[in-house]
């Protein structure tokens, strides 16, 4: 008996299915029953707060494990950032406060278009944070009309200006009246006196 014959007799059939590499780890369940991974979070059941608990993804989904091993919840994995990727059978009371981002979108796209693309802008740039801001922006709703809100975030976007307290000031002192003042931005930088950006700013009073 040759050699290749000898060992084809040792062989077995290949794996029905490809071998998965998988990342393996640990994260704590923060008050809200959701786990953190790769700049997003994962709901678990609302038993699970404070605990320590294993995480599994092959890439497109998330299991994730009790102390037992035993597999307590199962998410598609999320591709971008600072999403709440949650069954609201984990945690009812959660319901509200999930869907006050999508409720947040509604309300800025009722503002106008520029108000739209704002909240795209800055979803984008402050995935973790823009719910503060956008929430005072929507109560500038109680004393300004929709068109100085939205003409007001058109120039705040134009000078990359998306924290709340230099967009009300923007309203506040009328910027978003002079058409004047925002002529376009070129390669090299502003093409107007950089005094308009320390009003819209405020200054070194008011970060960026």
């Known amino acids: ?26 994260r704590t369940v923060n008050a809200y029953a959701h786990i953190s991974y790769k700049y997003n979070f994962y709901s678990v059941p609302r038993e699970y707060i404070g605990q320590e608990l294993t995480i599994k993804s092959n890439g497109s989904l998330i299991k994730i494990y009790d102390h037992h091993l035993r597999e307590v919840a199962l998410h598609q994995l999320c591709l971008s950032q600072g999403e709440f990727v949650t069954n609201t059978a984990h945690n009812p009371k959660l319901k509200n406060f999930l869907s006050r981002p999508y ?72 910027l978003y009246k002079n058409s004047d003042c925002f002529t376009s931005i070129l390669a090299g930088g502003f093409a107007n006196d950089l005094s308009i950006y320390d009003k819209l700013t405020g200054g070194s009073k008011w970060d960026r």
Do not use: C, W
């Open 1 to 26: 008996m040759s050699l290749k014959t000898k060992e084809k007799a040792h062989l077995t059939n290949l794996p029905i299915k490809r071998y998965e590499l998988l990342d393996i780890q640990k």
């Open 103 to 174: 409720e947040y979108e509604q309300k800025m796209n009722e503002i106008g278009e520029d108000a739209k693309d704002f909240f795209s802008s800055i979803k984008n740039l402050k995935p973790n944070s823009y719910t503060r801001t956008i929430s005072g922006i929507l109560h500038l709703r109680d004393k300004y009309n929709n068109e100085i809100i939205n003409q007001s975030l058109k120039r705040a976007s134009l000078y990359g200006v998306y924290n709340y307290l230099s967009i009300k000031k923007i309203i506040e002192d009328g």
